[in-house]
């Protein structure tokens, strides 16, 4: 029971190692469908009895990190629009 969260914690450091590198590598697609994830599982986390709160902050931090990855995806997209 101890390795399924600390492996979990690899999305969150993902993303927030990610936001370093250039927003053209983002995958608009992708950044939806872990938002929606981790949104999901985080209702998960605190409907659950007793609460799991390891997992509803793992799928916070990643909501969080997905929801800049997405920002700084729009932003990129309308930059390179209005430069053309």
Request: hydrophobic share 45%; glycine share 4%; with cysteine.
């Amino acid at each position: 029971h101890f390795w399924g969260p600390i492996a979990n914690w690899g999305l969150p450091i993902a993303a927030l190692t990610d936001m370093k590198k250039s927003p053209e590598i983002i995958s608009g697609r992708m950044t939806f469908a872990l938002t929606c994830y981790s949104l999901l599982f985080m209702r998960f986390a605190y409907k659950v009895q007793p609460r799991n709160w390891l997992l509803f902050a793992c799928h916070l931090t990643n909501e969080t990190a997905q929801l800049i990855q997405g920002s700084r995806l729009i932003k990129y997209n309308l930059e390179k629009k209005s430069a053309s």
